[in-house]
Nanobody, 125 residues
């Protein structure tokens, strides 16, 4: 299971750190993705961590502002989000896929075996 937390209401320019705590499996053995879904829009991936190799990937929307990281001892993956903007407002989900996904599959929702419940991030202007 995955438990996402850390969302909230912030102002433009603020930062938030989302957490994704895993239970029942080891995040080090999985590719972890952070996705978001804004009202009326499709779910999109924003940041990815490819299992034990710690290779990170970012969608254009998060490059330079978002950082994904992992705490192996806590079996938790984080998404540090800086310089938040109103367009970042969405429900953020973490997801886990067994093994190391190839780059072309990172955005594929069907590739992920486990999903967290989502945490709402609201950025006011």
């Amino acid at each position: 299971q995955l438990q996402a937390s850390g969302g909230g209401l912030v102002q433009a320019g603020d930062s938030l750190r989302l957490s994704c705590a895993a239970s029942g499996f080891t995040v080090n053995d999985y590719t972890i993705g952070w996705f978001r879904q804004a009202p009326g829009k499709e779910r999109e991936g924003v940041s990815f961590l490819r299992n034990s190799e710690s290779q990170t990937r970012y969608a254009d929307s998060g490059k330079g502002r978002f950082t994904i990281s992992r705490d192996k001892a806590k079996n938790t993956v984080y998404l540090q989000m800086n310089s938040l903007q109103p367009e970042d407002t969405a429900v953020y989900f973490c997801a886990a896929a067994k093994g190391r996904l190839i780059v072309s599959r990172l955005q594929a929702i069907s590739a992920y075996d486990h999903w967290g419940q989502g945490t709402l991030v609201t950025v006011s202007s």
